[in-house]
Each structure stands twice: as structure tokens, then as C-alpha cells.
Nanobody, 128 residues
Framework: QVQLVESGGGLVQAGGSLRLSCTAS????????MGWFRQAPGKERDLVAC????????YYVDSVKGRFTISRDNARNTVYLQMNSLTPGDTAVYYC?????????????????????WGQGTQVTVSS
């Protein structure tokens, strides 16, 4: 079992920044590709960004490219999502998730169902 705990959400004005963190309980953190997803009210949970086990390969959905940065520190069992130039459209509950499938150097799946472990979520609200 892997427990994931997110932090860093909150209320920010449009144009502002937030940094989300997700810390895993597993000492085998580097065995998991990690993803950040978000879910707005009435909408499906969608991938925002993901990162390979090695940290060297990343993927971003088009709407956040150039604004968000995903990174990880395997020594600290933590994955981060730096979010800049936030807009009201970024308002959602943000979840981190862990996937054991895939390879060490390739970014993991973009499909939510292929992630085995999920955090409880952290609310991000961007006011206009």
C-alpha cells in the first residue's frame, strides 16, 4: 500500500502561483510514475501532468504547458506541481496519483484508471 498526502492548495487571485506537494509513504517511491490530476465540479477527473520514475520525462496537457511544472524528489518521496499564471479555469480539486506500470525513464499513463494509488485531493481556487 502507498499512501499519498497532498498539500499546498488554497485560494489565489488570477495571475498568482501555488506549489502543490504530494508525499508518499512508500520507501519504494522511485518505482512509481506520478501524475497530477484535477477535477472541477460536474466534470471528469483529467490528467494535468505526469512524470517518469526517473524524473527525466514529463508530460503536460496543452492547457497548462508553459505555466505548470511537475518535478519529483525521490530522496524525499515527494512530487511537486508548481503552478504559475493561474486562471479561474484552473479551479479544481487536485489529486496526485501513483502508477507502477511503465518504464523507469518514460512518463506514465495519462489514463486515470491505470493509477493504483490516489491522494485525498487538495482544493485550488483561483479568483478573478
Amino acid at each position: 500500500q502507498v499512501q499519498l498526502v497532498e498539500s499546498g492548495g488554497g485560494l489565489v487571485q488570477a495571475g498568482g502561483s501555488l506549489r502543490l506537494s504530494c508525499t508518499a509513504s512508500a520507501r519504494t517511491f522511485s518505482r512509481y510514475g506520478m501524475g497530477w490530476f484535477r477535477q472541477a465540479p460536474g466534470k471528469e477527473r483529467d490528467l494535468v501532468a505526469c512524470i517518469s520514475r526517473s524524473g527525466t520525462d514529463t508530460y503536460y496537457v496543452d492547457s497548462v504547458k508553459g505555466r505548470f511544472t511537475i518535478s519529483r524528489d525521490n530522496a524525499r518521496n515527494t512530487v511537486y506541481l508548481q503552478m504559475n499564471s493561474l486562471t479561474p479555469g484552473d479551479t479544481a480539486v487536485y489529486y496526485c496519483a501513483a502508477a507502477s506500470s511503465g518504464t523507469y525513464y518514460a512518463a506514465p499513463s495519462r489514463i486515470p484508471s491505470e493509477y493504483e494509488y490516489w491522494g485525498q485531493g487538495t482544493q485550488v481556487t483561483v479568483s478573478s
